[in-house]
């Protein structure tokens, strides 16, 4: 059996993806150790195996509910309740349970073309969350961000759905549109955003070069850990080094995870073994250091880039570059997730996706929940982090105060356009730079806020989000690798 992303992993395709950066194991971290492993856990831990009193428990409670219940029931819907039951007691957003129609559901998308929002989602504190949303995905452009929290789908609640439920019903045909129901730290009412699905591009390595101070520096830009990421990153650093490189950014903002093996192959590349890239750990505290065979260094400094939408895999990567290469991180904190799932083929269609490990750093440290720190701290600027407008039919005026008001002045103030202020209230200034900003982009200048002049306002900063020079962490990158 291959582990890896499986059945969450083949949304990287149809462009939602599930488990918060799912980091997988493949055979070669289990070939050797597999047996040994389970049969260890069994002889060393104080969960044993079921007694026959505690089966015959379960038997009699099935018996008696099937038997006894007012009305008819579905035994297969009773069978998975209760394994749906046991993993709810785990408490662990990344151990879940597939049913046979749902594994279906997932694998036919595989033969499908590639459409979808383009977001990581995972279950936090019963809530379902974006992780991330990918490069230019309908996702990022429609303004979703790191730990949106989604509360309704098309306007009806998804209270009570699991992780799966919810995926197949934001999943959708290529030009249809998804309402989601948001909830953003910060901001005091839900947010309604829109979504219009499209097909999402499954390239997970961008490459480019820059001049900074007479040096050429370049940039690897991984988007996820796909099966092709580490031949991909090979072949383009190989591009990036025959040209003639004095120092390499890499790019994994955003990077909500994968192929622990593509981790793997690309620390191999980069880093000398004096150090392990990352340590695996069994629930008894077992740990196995995988260590790379490279002997030296790059001749050239590497920088890495990382952010709150960096998680698992991502930040495997990037605790390595810090810990076991000794190199800068730039950005603000990572995600936080270092566990490691495993998923099994129930035998009857439907599978189990488990945590069985926890990943460690280099030097032995359990980020879970806690993320990564970067060495040098950089936010952006504040229009980056600016929520969308939601304006249907009331427009935003003068005399108003509240978070839309305020997330437009931030865009205003963002795009050059002095709002005087950006607490929320509409004063003369922000309407004076609402009539100013109508002009420059031929609205009608009213001074007011409305559905139209918002998604001008959002499509302009998007287009400055977009515009590298406005990129604060990747230009302070850039500028420590050419020192």
Request: glycine share 10%; charged share 30%; no cysteine.
């Given at each position: 059996m291959k582990l890896k992303w499986q059945i969450v992993a083949a949304l990287v395709i149809f462009s939602l993806f599930i488990g918060a950066g799912g980091t997988y194991l493949g055979m070669t971290l289990l070939d050797s150790n597999e047996a040994t492993v389970d049969q260890g856990a069994a002889k060393n831990s104080k969960n044993q195996a079921l007694t026959s009193k505690e089966l015959d428990k379960i038997k009699k409670s099935y018996e008696f509910i099937s038997g006894n219940y007012v009305e008819n029931i579905d035994n297969e819907e009773v069978l998975e309740g209760a394994i749906k039951g046991m993993i709810g007691t785990l408490n662990d957003p990344y151990s879940v349970y597939m049913d046979e129609e749902t594994v279906q559901q997932f694998t036919e998308s595989l033969d499908s073309s590639f459409e979808g929002i383009g977001?990581?989602?995972?279950?936090?504190?019963?809530?379902?969350?974006?992780?991330?949303?990918?490069?230019?995905?309908?996702?990022?452009?429609?303004g979703l961000k790191p730990n949106d929290k989604i509360l309704t789908i098309d306007g009806k609640s998804i209270d009570g759905l699991d992780l799966y439920e919810a995926v197949l019903k934001i999943r959708g045909e290529k030009g249809t549109t998804v309402t989601l129901g948001i909830q953003r730290a910060g901001v005091s009412e839900p947010l309604d955003v829109k979504v219009k699905r499209d097909e999402i591009p499954i390239e997970t390595v961008y490459a480019d070069q820059f001049n900074i101070n007479g040096k050429t520096i370049g940039l690897?830009?991984?988007?996820?850990?796909?099966?092709?990421?580490?031949?991909?990153?090979?072949?383009?650093?190989?591009?990036?080094?025959?040209?003639?490189?004095?120092g390499l950014v890499i790019d994994v903002r955003g990077n909500p995870g994968g192929y622990l093996e593509s981790v793997e192959h690309i620390?191999?590349?980069?880093?000398?073994?004096?150090?392990?890239?990352?340590?695996?750990?069994?629930?008894?505290?077992?740990?196995?250091?995988?260590?790379?065979?490279?002997?030296?260094?790059?001749?050239?400094?590497?920088?890495?880039?990382?952010?709150?939408?960096?998680?698992?895999?991502?930040e495997i990567l990037a605790a390595a570059l810090k810990e076991a290469g000794g190199y800068k991180l730039v950005g603000v904190n990572s995600f936080g997730k270092g566990t490691v799932q495993q998923t099994v083929d129930l035998g009857d269609g439907s599978n189990l996706k488990l945590t069985m490990f926890k990943w460690l750093t280099p030097d032995g440290n359990w980020i879970h929940e806690k993320g990564i720190k970067p060495t040098v701290k950089v936010e952006q600027p504040d229009y980056f982090y600016a929520n969308p407008l939601t304006v249907d039919k009331e427009p935003l005026a003068y005399d108003m105060n509240n978070d839309q008001v305020k997330?437009?002045?931030?865009?205003?103030?963002?795009?050059?356009?002095?709002?005087?202020?950006?607490?929320?209230?509409?004063s003369e200034e922000t309407k004076q730079a609402v009539i100013a900003f109508q002009k420059k982009n031929k609205l009608e200048a009213t001074g007011k806020i409305d559905a139209e002049t918002a998604t001008k306002l959002q499509d302009n900063v998007l287009a400055e989000i977009r515009d590298r020079s406005n990129d604060l962490q990747l230009k302070t990158a850039l500028e420590l690798a050419a020192e």
């Open positions: 977001a990581e989602v995972s279950m936090q504190g019963g809530k379902v969350t974006i992780v991330a949303p990918f490069k230019d995905s309908p996702a990022e452009k429609a690897l830009e991984i988007t996820s850990f796909s099966e092709e990421t580490a031949k991909d990153f090979q072949e383009e650093l190989n591009a990036l080094e025959e040209k003639g490189i004095d620390s191999k590349i980069l880093l000398p073994g004096n150090k392990p890239y990352v340590q695996i750990e069994d629930r008894n505290g077992n740990k196995q250091r995988l260590i790379s065979s490279l002997k030296e260094k790059k001749p050239y400094p590497i920088v890495g880039l990382i952010d709150e939408g960096s998680a698992s895999a991502s997330n437009a002045q931030k865009m205003l103030d963002g795009l050059g356009f002095a709002p005087g202020r950006t607490d929320g209230y509409f």
